[in-house]
């Protein structure tokens, strides 16, 4: 991959990374307000998981293992 294509795609993760993240951080706090409700997590899962495999496709080793570990935790 030539550097400016990978630049691109690393802008496209940071874009997306940003958005998805800002999605969860919504998820729980209305998670927070109805612990009860499946939603939430399923929403933050699918979120998570989509970062990490973006940031595994970049080989954003650190990046993988902490959407990893957090998936995990749900």
């Known amino acids: 991959m030539t550097d400016a294509r990978r630049a691109r795609y690393v802008a496209l993760f940071a874009s997306e990374a940003r958005s998805l ?3 969860a951080r919504r998820e729980f706090s209305h998670w927070r307000d109805d612990p ?3 939603d939430p997590a399923e929403e933050i899962f699918r979120a998570l998981h989509t970062v990490k495999g973006m940031a595994a496709s970049l080989d954003f080793e650190t990046a993988t293992d902490l959407a990893h570990q957090t998936e995990t935790m749900l």
Request: hydrophobic letters at 85%; zero cysteines; glycine letters at 0%.
């Open 36 to 38: 009860a409700a499946l």
């Open 21 to 23: 993240l800002a999605s």
